[in-house]
């Protein structure tokens, strides 16, 4: 009904709420959805005290507005839906006099610009990035094989049984840095787009960490079983969303809970291309959270908040997923920490 009374609401990038005489939800619009993580289906019917957790501004911009019979701005609101991380927005409320409709509600994130230039700049970093790894891995894999081979003909020549021991060690941390350098250059393998199903490649991420962890470390599961399947490279993903576990169960020195969560978003600006649908996959654990002095650096290569860390899985699962047209980011806090991953369904077609 409503699509068909405000036929552009379903395209703006704006999340708008439509309220009816009893204030309550009437309709809202994909962006909406996209930008709360709420469904249509949730939202109808709600107030605004069920819908956020905090409606105290919300409240105040109503009344405001109903006494006056005109639109009210209240700036810089926060904002939180449970299970979301809080967002500042402007909201404009604007009283209308519809048989069905009694409030209009525009909500416009304040961080959406810094957002879309936080994201280019990570791309032009990731782009250089990956080149100077590129060069540099090429430049240290030659030497390397031949101190390993100078270190295998010195062994033979060694008089005395226990100077071996000095030359496995040069042998064995030649081979350790062969691996280093082979998974720097790893990510240039072309994907292979096929239709893919998401949650095929949850539960193989979610058996293989199973398989590495112990019991006290929790995997569960919040699926949206009717997303439709994407075009994607199902082993980079995989590879991409295991790092990320990884982290996680890493982070939680083996006890904690790990929630894989998939959710419908809708009309979703990535890499500056406009998708009217996109499929969300969220990784989210209680533990403590990434340090702060990195958190703005995660995905640079060999940025690692644990001892003895490579600093590279991060930055592979983010070249995976740029790779899918698609785009990561990392919101952090002590006991709740959350991978938000966005893919097109179809990264060759925008609306």
């Known amino acids: 009904m409503f699509p068909a ?9 704006t999340a708008v709420f439509l309220f009816d005489q009893s204030f309550r939800v009437k309709y809202i619009n994909a962006a909406a959805e996209n930008l709360f993580g709420l469904s249509r289906n949730q939202a109808i019917g709600q107030s605004l005290g069920q819908l956020f957790i905090e409606a105290a501004m919300l409240d105040l911009a109503v009344t405001h507005a109903l ?13 939180e ?23 209009i509600m525009e909500f416009f994130p304040l961080d ?11 791309l032009l970093q990731q782009q250089e990035n990956r080149e100077l790894i590129r060069n540099l891995a090429h430049e240290i894999k030659n030497p390397l094989g031949g101190i390993r081979g100078a270190a295998q003909l010195l062994e033979r020549e060694l008089p005395r049984p226990d100077l071996l021991e000095y030359t496995q060690v040069i042998i064995k941390e030649a081979d350790r840095l062969q691996s280093l350098m082979d998974r720097l250059l790893t990510p240039h393998r072309i994907p292979h787009f096929a239709p893919t199903n998401i949650h095929e490649v949850l539960e193989r991420v979610r058996s ?33 969303i295991l790092n990320i576990v990884r982290n996680a169960v890493q982070a939680m020195e083996g006890h904690g809970e790990i929630v894989l969560r998939t959710r419908v978003a809708r009309q979703v600006t990535l890499a500056k291309k406009r998708y009217p649908l996109a499929i969300q996959a969220v990784i989210i654990d209680n533990g403590p959270g ?48 959350r991978f938000t991953i966005l893919l097109p369904i179809n990264p060759c077609e925008t609306e």
Do not use: W
């Open 5 to 13: 009374l405000f036929p552009g609401l379903e395209n703006l990038n």
């Open 67 to 79: 006494a006056h019979f005109a639109s009210f701005t209240e700036h810089e609101v926060m904002l």
């Open 81 to 103: 839906t449970p299970g979301r991380p809080s967002i500042c927005a402007t909201c404009v409320v604007t009283p209308v006099e519809m048989d069905a409709v009694r409030l």
């Open 112 to 122: 959406q610009q810094l957002k879309i230039a936080r994201e280019e700049r990570m």
């Open 208 to 240: 293989l960490s199973m398989a590495e962890t112990p019991e006290t470390v929790i995997i569960q599961r919040d699926y949206d079983l009717s997303l439709p399947a994407l075009m994607a490279d199902q082993e980079q993903l995989i590879q991409a």
């Open 290 to 337: 990434v340090p702060e002095s990195i958190r703005e650096r995660i995905f640079y290569p060999l940025v690692s908040g644990k001892e003895g860390g490579s600093g590279l899985g991060l930055t592979l699962a983010q070249t995976y997923i740029n790779r899918h047209q698609g785009a990561i980011a990392c919101d952090s806090r002590p006991g709740a920490t």
